[in-house]
């Protein structure tokens, strides 16, 4: 049984850093590269940024990049997303997706909130 587990979300002020976490399990972790997505109240699900399944070509929303680092251990079957310089529009449930690269079969975690006060 696949699962993906968030953790390491809550609540920051502006200009504050988290460090969220995605353990994944019951999968072949180097088969898939690994995204992270988030989802504001009354906003659609959007892409945060990506890393392949070797660690290359890490990729990132304009709305991010240069703030947030994307990062993965395949011996530990983790991937993180350090996030710096939080804004209070970074507010969402943030999730990260496994894509296998084979068919792009995916899978999903349950989410963590990040909440960044002004």
């Known amino acids: 049984q696949v699962q993906l587990v968030e953790s390491g979300g809550g609540l920051v002020q502006a200009g504050g850093s988290l460090r969220l976490s995605c353990a994944a399990s019951?999968?072949?972790?180097?088969?898939?590269?690994m995204n992270w997505f988030r989802q504001a109240p009354g906003k659609e699900r959007e892409f945060v940024g990506s890393i392949s399944r070797y660690g290359g070509r890490p990729s990132y929303a304009e709305a991010v990049k240069g703030r947030f680092t994307i990062s993965r251990d395949n011996t530990k079957n983790m991937v993180y997303l350090q996030m710096n310089y939080l804004k209070p529009e970074d507010t969402a449930v943030y999730y990260c997706?496994?894509?296998?690269?084979?068919?792009?079969?995916?899978?999903w975690g349950q989410g963590t909130q990040v909440t960044v006060s002004s």
């Open positions: 019951g999968l072949t972790f180097s088969a898939y590269d």
């Open positions: 997706e496994a894509r296998r690269v084979a068919d792009s079969y995916d899978y």
